[in-house]
């Protein structure tokens, strides 16, 4: 079988794992990877988790404008965090924050206005908010948007990419 045609059966048996009751939250960062995965990992097809970091730039573009995420810092001390969501010229979210990760799951705190927390989850390529948000959240947007299932892409790895991103009220997002 050449290469790609054992990437595909790689990706294709993905669904035929054997599935737990434990959920995402409860899975250690440190939890011993299944050969599946570390076959997909050792193929180059998905990052390995336990060795990338949050701190870069993140973005994702559409017809409403380009959304940005960016972290300074490290796992081990925390990072400093900035985001803004682009729903057209005028309406919009942004805020600063902090963030702290264990495995795929990354705990945010804006605390720019009013206290906003949540958890996202982090590949190692893509940071996904959840769907839904505490109301607090909506204290960062202006009316008709929301955080709540924005989506960003690593474009840019470390602390001087992100010090580089930029908002529309806030200058930098992540000067840190």
């Known amino acids: 079988m050449k290469k790609p045609a054992l990437m595909l059966l790689a990706l294709c048996l993905t669904g035929c794992e054997?599935?737990?009751?434990?959920?995402a939250a409860e899975?250690?960062?440190d939890a011993p990877l299944s050969s599946l995965e570390q076959a997909a990992?050792?193929?180059?097809?998905i990052p390995d988790i336990?060795?990338?970091t949050l701190s870069g730039a993140?973005?994702?573009q559409s017809e409403l404008g380009i959304?940005?995420?960016?972290?300074?810092?490290?796992?081990?001390r925390g990072y400093q965090v900035g985001m803004l969501a682009v729903f057209g010229p005028e309406s919009k979210c942004e805020g600063l924050g902090e963030a702290t990760r264990a495995g795929e799951q990354v705990n945010i705190r804006l605390d720019s206005k009013e206290a906003c927390s949540f958890v996202a989850s982090f590949d190692g390529v893509e940071l996904q908010i959840p769907g839904s948000l505490p109301e607090s959240c909506a204290s960062y947007c202006t009316p008709r948007a929301t955080f709540?299932?924005?989506?960003?892409?690593l474009v840019g790895e470390g602390d001087a990419v992100a010090r580089s991103t930029r908002g529309r009220e806030i200058d930098s997002l992540c000067p840190g």
């Open 58 to 60: 993140f973005e994702r």
């Open 41 to 45: 990992i050792d193929a180059g097809v």
């Open 148 to 153: 709540s299932g924005v989506s960003f892409y």
């Open 67 to 76: 959304d940005r995420f960016c972290a300074v810092g490290n796992d081990e």
């Open 27 to 29: 899975v250690a960062s």
């Open 18 to 23: 054997e599935k737990t009751d434990v959920p």
């Open 50 to 52: 336990r060795n990338v």
